[in-house]
């Protein structure tokens, strides 16, 4: 079974900070990777997603991630994040070969101040 | 505005109750998601649909079930609930099986 942990489930920053955020999953076979954002009150909002190709994926809002396939790793980056970037940030997997059924992480909380 | 809707926005109800929750997939998308949004469990998939056919099932309960009508549109029924019932329930729809997936705003329901 797939599982996805986010080992930051609170950051504060100030604005134009530089942001990033850890995703490590489990699965044994090829992946498809996703982050999503959830804005206050809202519903989620891909950010980016990785299926297969250039390692670096580069998401809205100036998002980009990496994936590392030798670490398990996705984390996304953010140069200089703003105020408006305040909002839980998701981490997701899909096995590449079949299903799409989305395993989340457990979010990471993000607040920038002024 | 993801193009996919959830009604109602809100609901709340009573123990032992049941509720039917509704989702329209945006234009062109065959495939619906529904998945559960709860303090203690996060987010966790529960059930998929394509074409009007079961597809994948997650951790849903027994007394949780899912249709895909013609139309596409789809329903979660939840059924003899109870007080950890209360969660926000997504929607999520994308064209076919493997795509990415794009979620509605939710119907948070209150258990009483």
């Known amino acids: 079974a797939q599982s996805v942990s986010q080992h930051n489930h609170h950051v504060i920053l100030s604005e134009a900070a530089s942001l990033e955020l850890g995703c490590n999953y489990s699965?044994?076979?090829?992946?498809?990777l996703f982050w999503y954002v959830q804005y206050p009150g809202q519903h989620l909002q891909l950010l980016l997603k990785y299926f297969s190709g250039d390692p670096l994926v580069k998401g809205i809002k100036g998002f980009e991630a990496e994936f590392i396939k030798s670490k398990f790793s996705f984390n996304l980056r953010k140069p200089s994040v703003q105020w408006s970037d305040t909002a839980e940030y998701f981490c997701a997997v899909s096995p590449g070969g079949g299903g799409n059924k989305l395993t989340f992480g457990t979010g990471t909380q993000l607040k920038v101040e002024l | 505005d993801s193009g996919v809707t959830q009604t109602p926005k809100h609901l709340i109800t009573a123990t032992g109750q049941r509720v039917t929750l509704r989702c329209s997939p945006r234009?062109?998308?065959?495939?619906v998601y529904w998945y559960q949004q709860s303090l203690d469990q996060g987010l966790q998939f529960l059930i998929q649909y394509y074409n009007g056919e079961e597809r994948a099932k997650g951790n849903i309960l027994e007394r949780f079930s899912a249709q895909q009508f013609p139309d596409l549109h789809s329903e979660l029924n939840l059924s003899s609930l109870e007080l950890g019932d209360s969660a926000l329930y997504f929607c999520?729809?994308?064209?076919?099986?493997?795509?990415?997936?794009?979620f509605g705003p939710g119907t948070r329901l209150t258990v009483l």
């Open positions: 234009s062109g998308d065959l495939s």
């Open positions: 999520a729809s994308s064209p076919a099986v493997r795509d990415t997936q794009y």
């Open positions: 699965y044994g076979g090829t992946v498809n």
